[in-house]
């Protein structure tokens, strides 16, 4: 065996310098039992997965090297590290000092050789004393810890080693997204959430391969950042929200920490400030922005549509050009999302003049503007993206104009709709929205949308009916779960019948993080629980 390993570890370590010589530990004798790594319960599902059917021991003699040149990758495996000890309680050194101390390794590779054009494409190749994950970038590395993550079974497996051993299944998987953009939206304005209930939900959506977070920052019943040139406008309009309650603010500070803390997860933070309509509490803020005739009050009720700014003051202008700079400083992605829904009392006029001063707006401060579909109605240019909620008129246009587009049809995309008539939170609007019909649905060609115009997906989760994590759990999971799959994975793998069962054995994952699901009916989530809590015999 030590021969063997010198083998392997000369191979591994000649690129970055290491020395390699003949490690002084005994040969260990371990019975493993046969794997198959294709039937591991990995969601998204990978590209393709090829099995040896042999075992890699995971245990306290295995360690973590990352490429040399790379202080991402180290990063990295910091963090697989930590979450490794997370759930197997094993304490993995990274990049150790003498590497042949230990008789097993998890190398995280930077490569320029993979040749695909995704950013996010790695592969991840186990044998029995080594797991390699292959990349050209960090955020591919980033992608494959977590299918390694999922692969480490729930407890460790009785063999004749006196230490406890995680046995991970040998093969190789070669993975890549179906779409760059894969997002999921929180709205923090009708209801309020804080730092750290934000920040378990980038954990949860990490972990799934999401890489992009949607803040819906304001909105007729709350204003959710602090604008420094505008301090009322979280003094006031941050005090209210849906049904009465104190509401709430990040502060420019603590909205930095949630964009650096998705930044590590390897997540795009997109802010919204929605306009021209939903601006009920920035008019309460500042009465002159408003343009219904109306005077403006605090509003705790779920009504939509009501709400305009005033399109024809240069005075409102300026005030959207500081919240943009003020706000496109704290976010290093491409996007600013400018809202653009459901702008009822607007007229049309003054509606296409509104949007395409706010895409010059959006456009000056560096930025790539989005905008809910009716967007599509404005003499918007083809770069910016219209996100496809509701009106196929409108998605469209947006083909005509040849932008891209956000697939989130309120019908199957939108998770704060009720499961079935007993769901105890959401809305129905939309219809009734159940695990299965969640996941059945073919994105890549939905409402007649070309496949060359899609840029992703997004599942939305507005928070009239939620006011805390439980709450947003209950209706996000497992259906974005679910989502996450249809943004990955190609069409060619995804099956009902297979991904329920995969979807079971979530449950091990969901329970440990805290995660307060839907046990949908559909799922065996008992036979998901036995079936991780089960140690291989040899």
Do not use: C
Not at 34 to 42: A, H, M, V, W
Not at 164 to 172: A, D, L, M
């Amino acid at each position: 065996m030590k021969n063997f390993i010198l083998i392997k570890l000369t191979v591994l370590f000649l690129s970055i310098n290491f020395i390699a010589y003949t490690p002084k530990k005994k040969k260990r004798v371990i019975n493993f039992p046969k794997t198959d790594l294709s039937s591991e319960n990995l969601i998204p599902k990978p590209l393709k997965i090829n099995v040896t059917n042999k075992g890699f021991p995971l245990d306290k003699y295995t360690t973590i090297h990352t490429s040399e040149k790379s202080d991402s990758f180290n990063e990295i495996g910091l963090f697989l590290s930590e979450k490794i000890k997370a759930k197997t309680n094993l304490d993995l050194s990274v990049n150790a000092e003498n590497i042949l101390n230990y008789e097993t390794i998890i190398y995280l590779k930077k490569t320029s050789k993979l040749d695909v054009d995704k950013s996010e494409a790695y592969q991840l190749t186990i044998s029995q004393d080594s797991v390699i994950i292959a990349s050209n970038t960090a955020n591919g590395a980033f992608r494959g810890i977590q299918t390694l993550r999922q692969i480490i079974p729930e407890l460790s497996n009785d063999t004749l080693a006196k230490n406890k051993i995680w046995v991970i299944p040998t093969g190789k998987i070669i993975d890549e997204p179906q779409f760059e953009y894969r997002g999921a939206m929180l709205d923090v304005a009708r209801h309020f959430f804080t730092v750290q209930e934000v920040k378990k939900y980038i954990d949860l959506l990490a972990y799934y391969k999401y890489n992009t977070l949607h803040l819906h920052l304001s909105d007729d019943q709350g204003w959710r950042i602090e604008i420094k040139s505008w301090p009322k406008l979280t003094e006031v309009g941050g005090s209210s929200e849906v049904g009465g309650g104190p509401g709430g603010f990040y502060t420019q500070k603590e909205f930095s920490e949630i964009v650096e803390y998705a930044a590590s997860h390897y997540i795009t933070i997109i802010p919204e400030i929605d306009m021209p309509g939903h601006t009920n509490a920035a008019s309460v803020s500042y009465p002159f922005l408003n343009g219904n005739g109306k005077t403006p009050k605090i509003y705790t009720g779920m009504r939509v549509g009501f709400s305009t700014l005033d399109t024809h003051k240069d005075t409102v202008y300026s005030f959207i050009d500081d919240v943009v700079r003020e706000i496109t400083a704290l976010t290093p992605g491409p996007y600013f999302h400018i809202g653009g829904d459901e702008s009822h009392v607007t007229k049309k006029k003054d509606y296409i003049h509104f949007v395409n001063k706010a895409e010059e707006i959006v456009q000056k401060h560096g930025k790539q503007m989005i905008g809910w579909d009716e967007i599509a109605s404005a003499d918007v240019d083809s770069t910016s993206i219209s996100q496809f909620w509701n009106s196929k008129k409108n998605a469209q246009k947006a083909v005509s104009k040849n932008m891209k587009i956000i697939l989130s049809p309120g019908k199957k995309a939108y998770l704060d709709m009720k499961y079935d008539e007993d769901s105890k939170y959401g809305l129905d609007w939309a219809g009734y929205i159940p695990t299965d019909s969640a996941y059945i649905w073919n994105p890549e060609s939905y409402a007649g949308i070309p496949l060359k115009n899609i840029l992703g997906l997004e599942a939305p989760l507005w928070s009239e009916t939620i006011t805390n994590s439980a709450e947003l759990e209950y209706l996000a999971f497992p259906r974005v779960i679910g989502f996450a799959e249809l943004g990955w994975t190609i069409p060619e793998n995804r099956d009902w019948e297979n991904y329920k069962i995969r979807l079971a054995n979530q449950n091990p994952y969901l329970k440990r993080m805290n995660v307060n699901y839907y046990p949908s009916p559909l799922i065996d989530w008992k036979k998901g629980e036995v079936n991780q809590n089960k140690k291989l015999k040899p």
